[in-house]
């Protein structure tokens, strides 16, 4: 029995054609098509693959057919990657037709292909006697109103790239041999303050989508395979996680509580760029670290995280670290830190950003998580701790330059301390509120009221409706609600 893995018709063939005129590995030597396996319980054995092809003049050429691994995003930027996985067997240009018609790539039958995965099918020319702009390979394409869910491709003498999306390849892939593939076995669990779907032991084959939900109050942290984090780090994460086959595996979802946002000044206003180049600043224009200074909001929260909008240039190494620091100065003008750092994140390691522009997350745990005071001004800065930075490897910070409007200011360390400067830099700073009833009771102990523990979980959406209020009764209407609700 021979199953088709995927295809594209040459009914779709609208009258246009795609030359290949040279030989491999210069341009116009290669073009081909993503493609996508069955979803199914198989491993298919690669054995065709079919084009419609026809011969323009008189080339003489060989012909090959070629499979790739696929990076990218199927049906949008997905490219060939790597080396060639499978290779078929010859086809002469000369013994094509003056007219289109499919065309056979044999191969081996050795290649395995997973299922529900993409990969890159194309015709190659490997060898050349006569292969010009008179005497060419045509390969038959649909322009007028192509469907396939794929992206076509071509070889530009340097590297592939994806051809506009008004095109499809008449194509085949075809298999003659499947074996049936063991079931992966999962087990998932959600952590505490919220829910995964699906959840328990799961016996899975290929990629599936595991969704977590957080409780009211709370957000997604984490998702744990094995025990390892796979979060975004950079920023916060997300709800979904595609699990991959290949064993027996753990997955555990992790919630927090839910972050507000403290202060910031968005990546929109980037437009200038400041470094930090260096460990120990040793002359003008080195800076150790960046940092600003910011305003908590009017209610109690801890300190959760910080993110800067970062890039690296050349190859620096080392590891960056944010601090928070007390406020002293003439604030939005010459705000700097003061005395020992108040908190410290945890350490991220240089390399791991990348050279393009992203916003870069800095989290405090543990005892780092302190209490912010509120309506109170901090400083907040990201230092080089170590490694190497200099005038050619360096982090790049964003700031702008233009018309800042931040109302704090920024401040970074060059070989003369601690400097203010009027740039404000791009920067988030996030907390965690404190619980619901520690909220109230934090208002209540600055206007002298003794903690009480009236507290019902059934209250929880009414109390928040008292969350930020500052009246010095709110503790008798707790208290009367929860005499008149419980």
């Known amino acids: 029995m021979v199953w088709t ?39 298919y054995k690669l054995t065709t693959a079919k084009f419609y092809l026809m011969k323009d003049g008189a080339p003489d050429a060989v012909l090959k057919a070629m499979l790739y691994a696929h990076t990218g995003t199927y049906g949008t930027d997905g490219l060939p990657t790597g080396s060639v996985l499978a290779t078929s067997n010859p086809v002469e240009a000369d013994t094509l037709g003056g007219a289109h018609a499919l065309v056979t790539f044999t191969f081996d039958g050795t290649y395995a292909l997973l299922p529900n995965a ?50 499809d390849v008449c194509f085949y892939v075809l298999s003659d041999s499947r074996v049936a593939i063991n079931y992966d076995t999962w087990v998932i669990t959600p952590g505490q303050h919220g829910t995964c779907s ?40 997300t709800t979904t996680y595609a699990l991959p086959g290949g064993a027996t595996h753990t997955l555990e979802a992790v919630f927090e509580k ?9 990546t929109t206003n980037a437009d200038g760029e400041i470094y930090i180049n260096c460990v120990v600043a040793t002359g003008a224009g080195t800076y150790t670290c960046q940092g600003v200074s910011f305003t908590t909001p009017s209610y109690d929260a801890t300190l959760d995280r910080l ?52 916003i870069v997350n800095f989290k405090f745990t543990g005892a780092n998580k302190v209490a912010l005071t509120p309506n109170t001004h901090y400083c907040i800065a990201v230092h080089a701790i170590d490694g190497v930075l200099n005038s050619t490897n360096y982090v790049v910070v964003w700031r702008d330059t233009s018309g800042p409007t931040h109302s704090g200011n920024s401040m970074a360390i060059n070989n003369t301390g601690w400097v203010a400067s009027a740039w404000d830099r791009i920067f988030y700073v996030y907390g965690e509120l404190l619980d619901i009833t520690d909220h109230a009771y934090a208002d209540h102990a ?24 500052k009246e010095p009764d709110l503790f008798t ?9 419980s």
């Open 5 to 43: 893995l995927d295809s594209y018709s040459e009914a779709n063939f609208s009258g246009i054609s795609w030359s290949i005129q040279d030989v491999w590995p210069n341009n116009d030597a290669a073009f081909g098509q993503t493609f996508k396996t069955p979803n199914e319980l198989f491993s």
């Open 118 to 167: 993409a990969y890159c099918i194309v015709i190659v020319c490997t060898e050349k006697t006569t292969l010009d702009g008179g005497n060419y390979v045509r390969v038959g394409c649909d322009n007028t109103a192509p469907t396939h869910a794929g992206r076509t491709l071509v070889w530009g003498g340097s590297s592939w790239s994806v051809v506009d999306i008004t095109f």
């Open 198 to 237: 699906p959840t328990g032991s799961q016996s899975l084959l290929v990629d599936t989508l595991i969704t977590a939900t957080p409780a009211t109050g709370y957000a997604n942290r984490d998702l744990k395979v094995d025990g390892v984090n796979q979060g975004n780090d950079n920023g916060f994460y």
């Open 477 to 485: 209407k707790i208290k009367k609600m929860y005499e008149k609700m």
């Open 307 to 358: 993110q800067f909008y970062l890039k690296n240039h050349g190859s620096p190494t080392g590891h960056l670290q944010a601090k928070l620091y007390a406020h002293t100065g003439t604030y939005g003008t010459s705000s700097l830190p003061t005395g020992t750092a108040l908190a410290e994140s945890e350490i991220r390691d240089i390399s791991t950003i990348p050279t393009s522009s992203t």
């Open 446 to 469: 600055r206007a002298g009221y003794a903690r009480a523990s009236v507290y019902n979980p059934k209250f929880d959406d009414t109390l928040r409706k008292f969350e930020h209020m």
């Open 258 to 266: 839910t972050h507000n946002l403290l202060d910031s000044y968005p």
